[in-house]
Every structure is written in C-alpha cells, then in structure tokens.
C-alpha cells in the first residue's frame, strides 16, 4: 500500500509539471503573438537606423550631416516610443498572468530601461498582483529589490546620500551641498562614445549656470584609473568633480538605479530628485537644457 501511494504522489508531482511546462509554453506562445506587431515596427525602423548610418558616415557635406543626424534621433525616438508601447501591451499582460513566472520575467527585464523610466507606480501594482509563490520565487525577490532602488532614485524622491573621494582625493559628500547648489550628477565613462560625445554639450551648461548655483559631479564606472583620468585631461573636464566608483568601492550607481551609461540625475537644493536622464539623444538634451533655464533664467 506505501509502495502505491508513493508512486501515486510520483504521478500527480509529475503530472503538474507537465502541466505546468504546457502552460508556460503556451505563454511563450501568446508572448510572441503580442509583440509581432511591435516588433515589426522595432525591425523596421532598426532598418532605416542603418541606412541613415551609412549615410552620415558617407556624407561630406556639413549641413546635410546634422540633417541625417536630426533624421537619426527622430527614428531613435520613435524607437523608444515603441518600446513603451510594448511595455504597455506587456503590463496588460502580466495582469492577466498573474501565476506565471514568464510574465514576470516580461516586466522585470524592462525594469531598469529607459522605457519604464517613468512607470514606476504601474510596475508596483503589476507587481502586487502576482499570486505570492511568485513574489516569493527568486526572481521575484530580485524584482522586489530592483523597485527599491527604483523608488529611492525616481523624481521626487530624496536623492541617495553619498561621501566618496574624487579624483583629488577629498571627500564629496552631497549633504555638503544643501540648500547652496543644484547638482547635476553625471553617471559615465571614458569608453563609453555617448558619453563623451556629450561632453562638450555638459561643458556649455556648466560654463552658462556655474555662477548661478550648478554644481557638476561626473561619477564613472571604468574600471581602469588611468584611462578615467586620461580622458577627463583630454575632454578638459577637470573644472567639476569627479569620482570613481571603483576607487570608492562604492555602490552608489546601484542606489541611483544606474544600469546603463550616459545617466543623468539633476537634483534640488532640497536635496530632491527634479530630473533624472537615461541614454543619450537630442530630447534629453534639450529636456535638461530646459529644466536647467527654467530654474536659473527665471530667477
């Protein structure tokens, strides 16, 4: 009778796994449906995004070069649109998924991008209302972490303390700069192409508004000194501070929710995150350009 009932429970143990591959691979299945159309789009515009390459590369002409850079950022932001329109089809989705660990997974690996940015809150509640096995499984206490440092880092939060050493070996504490400055953290690094492009753009803001109460602290992620170093006396950025996440051994990018370079974080004299900025592109320039005259041309 033991040997019955043992094999028994074998059975049913089986049979829900069973059960519950087939689920998840009709998920899977249901996944693919949804994003054919955006994907369609993101294969398409991907298309142009090349031609346009080629032809900046090949193109002589000044004028005619800042037209196809123009025409590259104009694809760039309908990509991003995209992506968020995606996002979106995804949200409704795991809402309607909530035992399954692949519709978590949908959500978690937008998490950090650019296209959930501003989606905090629906993130939240999407994931609140996964059954508990799931908020339990190890991605979901990952998940869980990751809108931590989310929350912390998002506009209108408090910005995340730090005291770190810069590059002259004194200590930067953000404390230090309440109710004096606005700071405009720059999360990059010297191999980081966008990054640097921006550069001369950064350096123009803080030339305009230095006098007027902005601060600059560029924080980098390279793991090698002496190219950090290097690239700040090439670019003649040394009129702002600077610190290194790997000379600190500091976690700082991980309170900020950095999880790609450029990231730009404009914070207060209140201490409070105003603005924050992930990736590069002529929108998010103009965006900081705007906020910044807002706060020191209106005064």
Request: charged content about 30%; hydrophobic content about 35%.
């Amino acid at each position: 009778m033991k040997k019955i009932n043992f094999l028994f429970i074998i059975s049913i143990f089986l049979i829900s796994c069973f059960c519950s591959a087939q689920d998840e691979a009709s998920i899977e299945k249901e996944i693919m449906e949804l994003h054919k159309p955006t994907k369609i789009i993101h294969d398409s515009i991907s298309n142009l995004m090349k031609k346009v390459n080629l032809e900046i590369e090949s193109e002589k002409d000044s004028v005619k070069r800042n037209q196809l850079t123009i025409r590259l950022d104009t694809l760039w932001n309908a990509l991003d649109q995209n992506g968020i329109n995606e996002l979106k089809l995804d949200f409704d989705f795991a809402r309607k998924h909530p035992n399954s660990q692949r519709a978590l997974h949908l959500i978690r690996i937008s998490v950090g991008r650019f296209v959930g940015m501003n989606f905090y809150d629906t993130f939240v509640e999407v994931f609140q209302n996964f059954s508990p096995e799931i908020k339990n499984s190890e991605e979901g206490k990952e998940m869980a972490e990751k809108l931590h440092y989310f929350k912390q880092s998002k506009v209108g939060s408090i910005a995340p303390n730090f005291s770190l050493k810069d590059i002259n070996n004194k200590t930067i504490s953000l404390a230090d700069f309440k109710s004096k400055k606005y700071i405009l953290i720059d999360f990059w690094a010297s191999w980081c192409a966008p990054c640097r492009e921006e550069l001369p753009y950064v350096k123009e803001l803080y030339k305009k508004y230095q006098q007027q109460g902005l601060e600059i602290i560029s924080i980098t992620k390279d793991e090698k000194s002496d190219l950090w170093k290097n690239a700040i006396a090439k670019e003649k950025i040394e009129s702002w501070k600077h610190i290194s996440i790997l000379e600190n051994q500091s976690t700082v990018d991980k309170d900020y929710f950095v999880n790609g370079i450029p990231h730009k974080v404009l914070i207060d004299k209140n201490g409070i995150i105003i603005g924050k900025w992930k990736g590069s592109g002529e929108n998010n320039k103009h965006d900081l350009q705007q906020q910044l005259k807002s706060i020191f041309e209106a005064q």
